[in-house]
């Protein structure tokens, strides 16, 4: 008993290492092929490069990731709001599931990038364009998942709780919701990573500030370390969200999950 708690204790350390460990190989192979090989910086920067100039333009980085930021989290707040309704409608009839499925998939299969120009008509150049490609981009797995809980609720769990006299909307709030969360915050973990696409998708065709931004200016300078800098930028935003909606799914559905 004592050899399994401690093994299972070890394979948790080595599961949270192993990502870090990966990154650094990784990191390690690519700035010992770029000494190798000479690689210049305008090809493919070293990440000793990439570090260079994120300490050279520091303040610069910051103040667009900042807005970048704030933008992808406006837009995706939109999108959970949105979703969670949409997906309880869906989720809470069979009808409108089987009617607006289709619909939906059709809308999401639109390359949303092809929606910035139309934006900036509406609204104007700025953080408009950005935080409603967001919202277009990042809604749909929120609203498929909680509907898709809702609607693979068990029909002989809903027939006993019928029974003893739940009413349909107890049903669903009280044992569909909660049984929808795993769900929740697995189309959270992926919607986030596609608010700060569709952010940066945006701010490179329509806006004057944000990382997005900064890659299109970065290129068109030739500063090639600067542009990846905004990549390396948008990838750590992104992963930390996600690890932040990891450590809240483990928290609030631990009953999910084994180990």
């Not at 104007?124 to 693979?152: D, K, Q, Y």
């Not at 019928?162 to 795993?182: E, F, I, S, T, Y």
């Not at 370390?225 to 948008?234: D, K, N, S, Y």
Request: glycine share 8%; hydrophobic share 60%.
């Amino acid at each position: 008993m004592i050899m399994n708690t401690m093994s299972s204790i070890q394979a948790k350390r080595v599961q949270r290492v192993a990502p870090w460990l990966l990154l650094g190989a990784f990191l390690l192979l690519w700035q010992v092929a770029c000494l190798a090989f000479n690689v210049s910086d305008f090809i493919l920067p070293s990440p000793s490069s990439i570090v260079a100039s994120m300490a050279e333009y520091g303040d610069v980085i910051a103040a667009h990731a900042w807005r970048t930021f704030w933008t992808t989290m406006v837009g995706f707040g939109l999108a959970i709001a949105v979703g969670v309704v949409l997906g309880m409608l869906m989720g809470s009839s069979k009808l409108a599931y089987a009617a607006t499925y289709p619909l939906m998939t059709a809308f999401n299969a639109l390359p949303k990038a092809a929606f910035v120009p139309i934006l900036v008509v509406w609204f104007g150049l700025g953080a408009g364009p950005a935080i409603l490609t967001a919202f277009l981009i990042s809604f749909f797995p929120i609203m498929v998942n909680i509907a898709t809980g809702l609607a693979t609720l068990e029909p002989e769990l809903e027939d006993v709780l019928r029974v003893l006299g739940a009413k349909r909307r107890d049903v669903l709030l009280k044992v569909g919701l909660p049984r929808a969360m795993p769900f929740f915050f697995a189309s959270l973990k992926v919607a986030i990573t596609l608010a700060f696409v569709g952010t940066t998708v945006s701010e490179m065709n329509a806006a004057n500030e944000g990382i997005g931004y900064l890659l299109v200016s970065a290129g068109s300078a030739m500063k090639m370390p600067l542009a990846f800098a905004g990549l390396v930028v948008i990838a750590i935003m992104a992963m930390g969200m996600y690890e932040l909606f990891s450590v809240l799914e483990k928290r609030m559905t631990g009953w999910a999950h084994r180990g």
